[in-house]
C-alpha cells in the first residue's frame, strides 16, 4: 500500500524514564481528498481546506470550527471527523481526540488507507493519554489506568498492521509499548510492596515504633564504629608498612656490596627488632626469610618488597571495607530518620485531630509519609496529649540529630566517599539521636495500655471490614448466572460501540495480569523475533516478485 509520508516528531518516554526507544507521532493530517459533490455544491471542500489551512498555521481552535462545518455539511464525513480530532491531538486533549477518532472509525466504511491513518492516531493518543496516568506512579489507581490504555494501544496498532504490514511506525510503537507494560507491571508490583509495608507500620503502637527506632540506631552506631574501627586498623598497619618500606629503601642501598660491614649490621639489627614487634602480622614471615636472607650475604630486597606488598593489600581491603560500611550506615541511617519523622507526625496529627497535619521535616529533608493516623476525632484526655506531646518532641530531636548526621555522611558519590574526618561527629550526633530516643520511649510507655493498643485494633478492624465487603461483592457475582453476566458485559460493549474489540481487550488485560517480569521479557523477545522472521518473509517475496531486484524500503 503506498502511504504518504508522515510526521514523525520523536518524544521521549520521560514518564517511565525509558532508555532504549522512544515513541513515534501521529500521521500527517488528512488533506482535502476526492469525493462526491456534497449538497450546496463544494462547501464541504471549502471547509476542508480552510480547516487544513488553519491547521498548518498551528490555529487549532479554528480549523476545528471550519472542520465541523464541513461534517455538517457531509454529515457521513470520516474525514472531517478525523481531523477534529487531530485538533484536539495538537493541542493535547488525548481524551477528545480518541472520542473523535472512533467516531471516524465509525464512518470510514471502504477506505483502507484512511482507516490505517485513523487506527494509527487513535493508538498513539491512547498511548499520549495512558502516559498522563503513568506519570503519578505513587497512585496504583493511575498505573492500572495507564496499564488499561496501553493494551487498548496495542491492539489498536496490531490493527494497522493486520492492514498495512509494512507501517513502521506502528511495529515500533507496539514494541514500546510491549516495553511500556513490563515496566508498568514492575511498578504496580512495587506498589503493593510499598502499600503492604506502610499497611504494617501504620497497625503499630509508638511504643513499638520507638523500640523498633532504638534498635535500628544501635545497629547503625555499631556499623559507623566498625568503620571506625578499620580506619584505626589501616592506620596502624600504613605505620607497619613505612617501618619495612623504610628498611626496604636501606636493603637496595646496601645491595651487595662486602665492604658495607656497619651498615649490613645495623640492617640486620632493625630487621631483628621488626621481627620481634608482636603487633606485625601481615608481612612478618617475609621479613624473617629477608633477614635470614641477609645474614647468608645475599640480598634483603625481595623479602622486604613481598612485606610491603601484603600489606598494601591489606590496607587497600580496609579501605574498601570503610567505604561499603559507612554507605550502607548511610542507607540504613536515611531509613530511620524517615522512619522518626513519620511517627513525628502520625503524633501531631492525633494531637491537631485534624487529617493531613504534619510536623516541618528538618532542613534538606523531603517531607515523609505519615506515621499511625489517628485512632478517632475524640478529644484526648489531658494526660495522655501531654505524654504524647513529650513523645514528638523527643522524637523531633532525635529526627534533627539524624538529619545532622546525614549532612556529616554526605550525598552518595562513588567519587567522594564519606571522609573519614567525620566519623567522630557521626558517632556522635548517633548517639545523641539515640538517647532522645530512648527517652521518647520512656515517655511513651507511660501511655494507657488501651490508648497504645487502639491504633492496632482499629486498623485491624478497618482490615476486616475491607476483608467482608470483598468476600460479600464476590459472593453476589458468584450467584449471578452465566447468561446474565455475559448479557451485562455485552450491553457495556455495545455501549462502547467496539463489541468485538472489547472482548479482545478483555483477554489480552486478563493473561497480561498473569505475567511475571520473567514471562514479560520473553513475551516481548517473542514478539520482536516473530516480527523480524515476518519482514525477512516479505523482503524474500517482493524480491521475488520483483524478478530478483530488490524493491522494498529498508526501514
Known amino acids: 500500500m503506498n502511504r504518504r ?4 516528531p520523536a518524544s521521549s518516554l520521560s514518564p517511565m524514564n525509558c532508555r532504549i526507544v522512544a515513541l513515534r507521532g501521529t500521521s500527517a493530517l488528512v488533506l482535502l481528498l476526492t469525493v462526491a459533490a456534497p449538497a450546496r455544491g463544494g462547501e464541504y471542500e471549502r471547509f476542508l481546506r480552510e480547516g487544513n489551512e488553519l491547521y498548518a498555521r498551528g490555529d487549532y481552535a479554528r480549523a476545528e470550527e471550519q472542520y465541523i462545518k464541513s461534517r455538517e455539511e457531509k454529515q457521513d464525513s470520516a474525514i472531517a471527523r478525523f481531523n477534529i480530532g487531530n485538533t484536539y491531538f495538537a493541542r ?3 481524551e477528545r481526540a480518541i472520542e473523535h477518532y472512533l467516531e471516524a472509525l465509525n464512518w470510514v466504511r471502504a477506505d483502507r488507507e484512511l482507516e490505517t491513518r485513523v487506527r494509527y492516531n487513535l ?14 506512579v505513587t497512585s496504583p489507581q493511575k498505573v492500572q489506568t495507564g496499564l488499561e490504555l496501553l493494551r487498548q494501544a496495542i491492539t489498536t496498532y496490531r490493527d494497522v498492521l493486520e492492514i498495512d504490514p509494512d507501517h513502521a511506525d506502528a511495529r515500533h510503537n507496539l514494541a514500546v509499548c510491549q516495553l511500556r507494560i513490563k515496566q508498568l507491571l514492575d511498578t504496580l508490583k512495587r506498589l503493593r510492596e510499598e502499600a503492604a509495608k506502610q499497611q504494617e507500620e501504620e497497625g503499630k503502637s509508638p511504643v513499638e515504633i520507638l523500640r523498633e527506632l532504638i534498635a535500628e540506631e544501635e545497629e547503625e552506631i555499631g556499623l559507623t564504629r566498625a568503620a571506625a574501627g578499620a580506619v584505626a586498623e589501616r592506620e596502624r598497619l600504613a605505620g607497619q608498612r613505612q617501618r619495612i618500606a623504610t628498611a626496604h629503601r636501606k636493603a637496595e642501598l646496601l645491595g651487595d656490596d ?10 640486620l639489627a632493625e630487621l631483628a627488632e621488626i621481627e620481634a614487634d608482636p603487633a606485625i602480622v601481615i608481612g612478618g614471615a617475609e621479613v624473617s626469610r629477608a633477614r635470614k636472607e641477609l645474614e647468608a650475604g645475599e640480598s634483603a630486597g625481595p623479602g622486604l618488597a613481598d612485606a610491603t606488598r601484603r600489606l598494601d593489600a591489606a590496607t587497600g581491603e580496609l579501605d574498601t571495607r ?35 497535619a504534619t510536623v516541618v521535616p528538618p532542613p534538606g529533608q523531603a517531607q515523609q509519609p505519615p506515621g499511625p493516623p489517628a485512632p478517632g476525632s475524640e478529644p484526648l484526655p489531658a494526660e495522655v496529649a501531654e505524654i504524647l506531646e513529650k513523645v514528638s518532641e523527643h522524637t523531633q530531636q532525635a529526627a534533627f540529630l539524624m538529619d545532622g548526621v546525614l549532612q556529616l555522611f554526605g550525598p552518595p558519590d562513588d567519587q567522594q566517599p564519606t571522609p573519614v574526618g567525620a ?16 527517652k521518647a520511649l520512656e515517655e511513651a510507655e507511660k501511655l494507657p495500655r488501651d490508648e497504645q493498643q487502639q491504633q492496632q485494633q482499629q486498623n485491624n478492624q478497618q482490615q476486616q471490614n475491607d476483608q467482608q465487603q470483598s468476600d460479600q461483592q464476590q459472593e453476589q457475582d458468584d450467584d449471578k448466572p452465566k447468561d446474565e453476566q455475559q448479557g451485562e458485559n455485552e450491553d457495556r460493549e455495545s455501549e462502547q460501540g467496539q463489541d468485538q474489540q472489547a472482548k479482545q481487550e478483555q483477554q489480552s488485560r486478563e493473561q497480561e495480569q498473569q505475567l511475571s517480569e520473567e ?30 531486484r530488490r524493491i522494498d524500503k529498508d526501514w
Do not use: C, M, N, W
Not at 509520508?5 to 514523525?8: V, Y
Not at 514479560?520 to 522472521?533: N, P, V
Open 322 to 356: 570503610v567505604v561499603e560500611t559507612l554507605e550502607t550506615d548511610r542507607e540504613k541511617q536515611t531509613a530511620t530518620r524517615d522512619k522518626a519523622a513519620g511517627l513525628v507526625a502520625g503524633i501531631r496529627q492525633r494531637l491537631e485531630g485534624a487529617q493531613g
Open 258 to 267: 662486602p665492604t658495607a660491614t656497619a651498615a649490613r649490621q645495623g640492617l
Open 423 to 438: 566519623i567522630p561527629g557521626i558517632i556522635s550526633g548517633q548517639e545523641g539521636a539515640l538517647e532522645a530516643l530512648r
Open 5 to 8: 509520508k508522515e510526521s514523525r
Open 123 to 136: 493508538a498513539t493518543a491512547r498511548v499520549r493519554e495512558s502516559e498522563r496516568s503513568i506519570g503519578d
Open 519 to 548: 514471562e514479560a521479557e520473553e513475551l516481548l523477545r517473542r514478539f520482536l523475533r516473530r516480527e523480524r522472521e515476518r519482514e525477512k518473509d516479505r523482503k524474500q517475496r517482493r524480491v521475488i516478485q520483483g524478478g530478483g
Open 92 to 94: 493535547q486533549d488525548y
